[in-house]
C-alpha cells in the first residue's frame, strides 16, 4: 500500500512539474510574441511618420516651394529602407493562421508606392494628397490590426486602453495632423487655400479635438511628460491653422514656418505613441516576473508533496 501511495505521489509531482515546464513555456512564447508585435508595430508608426512628411513635402513642392526638393529625396531613401523591413513583417505575419496582411499585400504596396512616387511630378498638389493618403490608411488599418490581434488581445496585464492608443488612437489623430500639414503647406506655398481646402482643413481641426480627447481619458497611466507636451503642440498647430490660414483675406504664414509648427506637433504625437510602447513592454515584464514566480511557487509545493523517504 505505502509502495503504491509513493508511486502515486511521483506520478502526481511529475505531472504537476511537466504542466509548469509547459506553462512557463507558453507564456514565455506568448511575452515574445507579443514583443514581436510591439516592435513591427512601431515599424510602421516609423514608415507611416515618414509617408506623412513625405506627403507634407510634396504638397508644397507641388504647389511652387522648390526648397522642399532636397528634403523630398532623403526622406524617399528613408521610405525605401523602412519598406524593406515592412517586407519582413510581412513574411512573419503571412504565416499565422489568420495574417493580419500578407507578403502579397506588402509587394503590393510597395509596388504602388514607386508607382506613385516615380510619377509624382505629373500630379497636382490634391493628386498627391490624396494618392499618399490612400496608401497611409493601408499602412493605419494594418497597424490597428497588428495591434489588437496581436497585442491586446494576446496577453495578459495589457492595459487595453493604452495598447488602443499605441495602435488605433494616436496614429489616427497623428494622420489628422498630417493631412492637415499637407493641406496648410500646399495653401500657404500657393498663397490661397481654395473653399474646399477650408472645408477639409475645419473638418481635420475637429476630428485631431476629439482625437486627442479621447487619447486623454484613455491614457489613465501617463500625465504630464510626453502627453503634456503633444497637447500643447497640437493645440499650436490647431491655432497657428485657424489663425494663418483659415481667418483674415490672406495666409499670414509661409509653407516652411507652418510645416515646422506642423512637424513639431506630429512628432509628439510620435513621442506619445513611444512612451505607451515603453509602458506595454514594462507590462510584460511585470506579466513574465509573475508568472515565473508562479512557477516557482508551484514547484515548490510540488516538493512539500513529496513522502519523507523521497525527500532526503
Known amino acids: 500500500m505505502e509502495l503504491l501511495l509513493t508511486s502515486a505521489l511521483i506520478v502526481l509531482l511529475a505531472g504537476g512539474i511537466a504542466w509548469s515546464l509547459a506553462r512557463r513555456r507558453r507564456h514565455q512564447r506568448s511575452v515574445a510574441d507579443v514583443r514581436q508585435a510591439l516592435a513591427d508595430c512601431a515599424l510602421l508608426q516609423r514608415l507611416v511618420q515618414a509617408m506623412q512628411q513625405h506627403r507634407g513635402m510634396s504638397s508644397a513642392w507641388l504647389s511652387g516651394d522648390a526648397s522642399f526638393a532636397r528634403r523630398l529625396s532623403e526622406r524617399q531613401r528613408e521610405i525605401d529602407a523602412l519598406l524593406a523591413d515592412f517586407l519582413h513583417v510581412a513574411e512573419r505575419e503571412n504565416d499565422m493562421p489568420w495574417p ?29 494628397i490624396a494618392r499618399h493618403s490612400q496608401q497611409i490608411a ?10 489588437e490581434a496581436r497585442v491586446e488581445l ?41 473653399p474646399v ?11 485631431a479635438e476629439t482625437l ?6 484613455a491614457d489613465a497611466v501617463m500625465r504630464g511628460g510626453a502627453v503634456g507636451r503633444a497637447v500643447a503642440a497640437v493645440q499650436t498647430q490647431l491655432a497657428t491653422i485657424r489663425a494663418a490660414i483659415l481667418e483674415g483675406t490672406s495666409i499670414t504664414v509661409s509653407a516652411a514656418s507652418y510645416f515646422e509648427v506642423a512637424t513639431t506637433a506630429i512628432d509628439a504625437i510620435y513621442a506619445w505613441m513611444e512612451e505607451c510602447g515603453g509602458g506595454l513592454g514594462r507590462a510584460l515584464d511585470e506579466t513574465g516576473a509573475a508568472t515565473t514566480g508562479d512557477y516557482a511557487v508551484g514547484l515548490a509545493t510540488s516538493t512539500r508533496l513529496r513522502p519523507p523517504a523521497l525527500a532526503r
Open 100 to 128: 493580419c496582411l500578407t507578403r502579397n499585400d506588402a509587394a503590393a504596396f510597395r509596388f504602388h508606392w514607386q508607382q506613385m512616387v516615380g510619377g509624382l511630378a505629373q500630379l497636382t498638389p490634391e493628386q498627391s
Open 197 to 207: 481646402g477650408r472645408v477639409r482643413l475645419l473638418f481635420l481641426s475637429a476630428r
Open 154 to 194: 494576446a496577453a495578459t496585464g495589457i492595459d487595453g486602453n493604452q495598447a488602443r492608443n499605441y495602435a488605433n488612437r494616436l496614429p489616427a489623430l497623428a494622420e489628422c495632423l498630417g493631412q492637415a500639414r499637407a493641406l496648410g503647406s500646399s495653401a500657404a506655398a500657393a498663397g490661397t487655400c481654395a
Open 138 to 147: 493601408q499602412l493605419l488599418g494594418w497597424l490597428a490590426a497588428l495591434g
Open 212 to 217: 486627442l480627447g479621447q487619447a486623454q481619458q
